[in-house]
């Protein structure tokens, strides 16, 4: 089939990959523009972008799908489907119409669960066992289309969202594979989305401080939910401290908030629940084991934590 792929970062390559591995001639990439990183705020492009470079396939970056130029730029590929995976803008109904296909799009959750922005990351903020992939059919609504395919994931107990994202990235792309060969021999059936429904918005900071007078599940899950962004801190000793890694630990009968021991470094939660910090960052310096942290960093039995 002739394709244009939408998509912008890492989640999105394999679904590119796959296309070009099954034979699919992508005639177009649409991605976002390039963007400052690092220290230097050097321009660099989106992985999707810097992936079709190396396969030698044409990249557009416009600001906006609306305006009559850009579509008529992607009328002229003649795509037979739009595939979109992540690419962080609206398709207004116009380029929704276009290919005899229609447009395609991947999502990483369970759909009708988790549509919007970090589906991934709120499935494991809210402590779900399953998260997966679906495939839809495109409409004007934020993940509301008709659902294709779907592929499911357990989420392990101590499974954070970075290592989440990295397994649906690779569903989805087997599970886009399965959609467009369902596709062309005609089997491909559609089913409307019905049922609950709840929405996924972008992280933001305002999420990362911890209160340890929620139970420890409850920290544990917001450990991995913000891994590896935009992480879970706590405050000790008058220090900002990066959390990574925990586990959940032995019940206790302790005052919430306070350094119950130190081998393993174990502080006490609401509810007569512990956690166990496993990783763990000081300010200005390098991710690291918890025990190592605070071999250095000596951190007094009953010290209070603090979200603050």
Known sequence: MNVIFMGTPEFAVPCLTQLIEDGHTVSLVVTQGDKPRGRGQKLMPPPVKACALEHGI?????????????????????????????????????????????????????????????????????????????????????????????????????????????????????????????????????????????????????LCAMDFTKPAAILHNQVRGLNPWPTATAKVGGKMLKIHRTCIGAPCDAEPNRVIATKPFTVSCGEGTSLVLLEVQGEGGKRMAADDFFRGHPIPLDTCFSEE
Request: hydrophobic share 40%; charged share 20%; glycine share 8%.
């Open 58 to 206: 044409p990249v557009y970056q416009p600001t906006t799908l609306k305006d009559e130029a850009v579509q008529e730029e992607l009328r002229r590929q003649h795509a037979d489907v739009i595939v979109v995976v992540a690419y962080g803008k609206i398709l207004p109904q116009a380029v929704l119409d276009m290919p005899p296909y229609g447009c395609i799009n991947v999502h990483a959750s369970l759909l009708p669960r988790y549509r919007g922005a970090a589906p991934i990351q709120w499935a494991v903020l809210n402590g779900e066992a399953e998260s997966g992939v679906t495939t839809m059919y495109m409409d004007v609504g934020l993940d509301t289309g008709d659902m294709l395919l779907k592929s499911h994931c357990p989420i392990t107990e101590n499974m954070t969202a970075g290592e989440l994202h990295d397994a649906l990235s690779m569903q989805g792309a087997e599970l886009l594979s399965d959609t467009l060969k369902a596709l062309e021999n005609g089997t491909l059936t559609r089913t409307p989305q019905t049922g609950t429904s709840n929405y996924a918005p972008m992280l933001d900071k305002s």
